[in-house]
């Protein structure tokens, strides 16, 4: 199976447009614009109408300037408008031409001055639609956007708030592809389709109603080529989607492959996988090529098809109404040249909201869907719940208590299988045991980022949960074992752009930890501006950084997640000292994988498999302790080992 199907699979999920409670939706967003949107559609349908009014004027404009009236009563020159067109019929007999005309021209004014008013006329009504044209773009774009502001805002807002386990279950890249490209969608939507496809339909109505009305035969005549057409259109429809379908898939697959060639590259170069990956992405490339090319092809053969079926309306209109024009004596006022006139360009007018609403059908489709799925994401209410009855947590003095707790973070697989422990205000606990122990899955609890099966976990006596999570949170200081910066300044990324955190907060815990001197290095020291998030870089630099981060917040426990990757011994001196720094004065839960780091610990925790399998100081441990004995051996010898 290609690669793209899996784009493709995606795309394929097919929504009902015309689904209410989802139109209800969508239409509840234009609810605070309404007042906009209807002024902006009001001044839509105004330019619409006015689009036709040139073929009129031109019409109207060769009946009673340039048609001679009735042979037989010759022009009385000086008369006046008035006399000299009177006798002409057609367009000029037209409810209301004929008022209008006498009401434009001034006494006195002969056929000269009427063509002087008709193209005054025209000019006119060409900038007055422009100018509607202006008022009812801005307004309706306006609209738009506000639209798609709240809907970006809320997505965004709602995402931030999601339970971290949502996101186990739903891959960062994809998701926000997915988010991107549906809110994209909207956007074309809002911004472009549906104003157009309204306008469309305007156009086709207004189109139909003046044919009908001036001649119901020949309006009949250019409406016949509509089924033929609408058939086409099926036709073409049938052979062009699964192209169109495909190679917007593959566009994505090109996109994701490219992406993740970009962020592997030390992996891919490292392996030798890029001969490997040019491959594949050659076969993706050759897919869309040729996707693209089928979807074009279809577009190729049917222009020309449908082109022909308008100019058989307009043969049609020219060898019926002409002879029409030609059978009629003139000044009967049958069929006239400005009819003929009129239909031709009406009918030419006729035939391209057919097409162009024929082509916005997918673009209907794909926001449709797009909208759907961006509800999907809004309705997901995975988050950890807060109490209405929540307090805000005071600062905390720091103690922690764990009281039988079981945790599984998929159903049925306990990770904690009833871990109690106590720590006083001010110790220090180091966890350690071996690899999926679930060491990091004990500090994740604490801060409450996932809550727990059953048992409890006390600060400062109190459920966790009885706490607002902001102000838990606030208390609680976690470095992680992977170290997140993100792109921003060096300042920003110890103080987290927190308002309470002023420069020299930033500075002083910057140099309790010993990160002030690597920071200087840069010409604009705190203002450096991270490349890359950080990857530049070294893990010890960033672990400075992370502890810099959270002395600058100053919490009252403090909870650190030791990284595993290897730091040279000088570094390894420096970061323990900033640890020690670190924890002074506050509650701090410690996993460490260098045992030298905690042989301070007030108290050791030795993890397995979800359990406490052994408690005690170094001391104790070294003595009485398996487990403990054995990783510290391996550790010692180990090391003793590497040195020799
Ligand atoms: N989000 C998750 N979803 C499902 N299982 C998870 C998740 N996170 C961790 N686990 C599983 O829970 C167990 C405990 O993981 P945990 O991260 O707590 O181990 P650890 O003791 O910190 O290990 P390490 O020393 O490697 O950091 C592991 O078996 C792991 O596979
Ligand atoms: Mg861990």
């Not at 394929?12 to 007042?35: A, C, E, G, Q």
């Not at 997915?178 to 074309?188: A, C, H, Q, W």
């Not at 100019?311 to 059978?327: E, K, Q, S």
Request: glycine share 8%.
């Amino acid at each position: 199976m290609p690669e793209y199907e899996q784009d493709l699979l995606e795309d394929l999920v097919k929504t009902n447009v015309f689904d209410p409670v989802l139109i209800r939706r969508m239409v509840r967003y234009l609810k605070p614009y309404w007042h906009r949107a209807a002024l902006g559609f009001g001044l839509m349908l105004m330019s619409t109408l006015l689009t036709l009014a040139p073929a009129i004027i031109v019409a109207a404009m060769v009946d009673v300037v340039f048609v001679p009236a009735a042979t037989t009563t010759a022009i009385p020159v000086g008369d006046g408008p008035a006399a000299a067109v009177s006798a002409k019929g057609g367009l000029y007999d037209f409810p209301g031409m004929r008022e209008t005309i006498h009401a434009l021209v001034p006494e006195g004014g002969d056929l000269a001055t009427l063509l002087w008013v008709f193209a005054a006329v025209f000019l006119l009504v060409k900038v007055f639609q422009f100018l509607v044209d202006w008022g009812n773009g801005y307004l309706l774009a306006s609209v738009a956007q506000s639209v798609l502001f709240d809907i970006r805002m809320q997505v965004f807002r709602h995402i931030q708030t999601r339970s971290i386990a949502y996101f186990h279950r739903h891959p960062v890249g994809r998701f926000v592809t997915r988010v991107t490209n549906d809110v994209g969608s909207l956007d074309e939507f809002f911004s472009q389709a549906l104003v157009m496809v309204l306008k469309d339909i305007v156009m086709l109505f207004g189109v139909a109603t003046l044919l009908l009305v001036f001649n119901t035969e020949l309006a009949l005549i250019v409406m016949m080529t509509i089924p033929p057409v609408i058939v086409a259109t099926l036709v073409f429809r049938r052979y062009s989607r699964p192209a169109f379908r495909k190679f917007r898939a593959t566009v994505s697959t090109l996109n994701a492959q490219m992406a993740e060639s970009a962020n592997g590259i030390r992996v891919i170069q490292l392996f030798g996988r890029a001969a490997k990956n040019q491959q594949r992405y050659d076969g993706t490339g050759r897919e869309f090529r040729q996707h693209f090319l089928t979807f074009r092809h279809a577009h190729a053969v049917f222009r020309p098809v449908y082109m022909s079926f308008q100019a058989i309306a307009l043969g049609f209109v020219i060898w019926f109404g002409g002879a029409w024009v030609l059978d009629e004596p003139l000044g009967t006022g049958g069929f006239t040249v400005g009819m003929l006139t009129l239909f031709i360009l009406l009918a030419d007018m006729f035939f391209q909201p057919i097409r162009d609403l024929t082509d916005r059908v997918d673009h209907i489709q794909a926001a449709f869907t797009g909208a759907e799925r961006i509800f999907t994401v809004l309705d997901v209410k995975e988050r950890i719940p807060e109490r209405p009855d929540a307090v805000k947590a005071p600062r905390f003095r720091g103690e922690v208590e764990f009281e039988n707790v079981r945790f599984s973070y998929l159903p049925g697989e306990e990770v904690l299988k009833g871990v109690s422990f106590n720590v006083q205000p001010g110790q220090m606990v180091a966890l350690v045991g071996h690899t999926g122990a679930g060491k990091s899955t004990i500090i994740n609890l604490i801060s409450r980022f996932y809550d727990i099966d059953s048992g409890h976990i006390l600060v400062d006596g109190r459920d966790v949960r009885e706490y607002t999570l902001h102000s838990l949170r606030r208390n609680i200081a976690v470095v992680h074992q992977d170290v997140f910066l993100f792109a921003g300044s060096i300042r920003d990324n110890i103080s987290l752009a927190d308002p309470a955190i002023s420069e020299e907060q930033v500075i002083e815990a910057a140099k309790a930890v010993g990160a002030h001197d690597f920071i200087m290095r840069f010409p604009e020291g705190y203002n450096h501006i991270l490349q890359e998030a950080g990857k530049t870089f070294s893990a010890g630099e960033r672990q400075l950084l992370s502890f810099a981060r959270a002395l600058a917040h100053n919490p009252a426990i403090l909870v650190l997640d030791e990284a595993t990757s290897s730091i040279d011994t000088r570094s390894e001196q420096q970061i323990q000292r900033a640890m020690r720094v670190l924890m002074k004065g506050r509650t701090s839960i410690v996993i460490a994988h260098r045992l030298s780091t905690i042989q301070r610990a007030d108290l050791i925790i030795v993890m397995h498999k979800g359990q406490i399998a052994e408690r005690g100081t170094h001391g104790q441990l070294l003595g009485e302790g398996r487990i403990y004995r054995t990783l510290y051996d391996l550790q010692v010898n180990g090391a003793v080992r590497e040195r020799v």
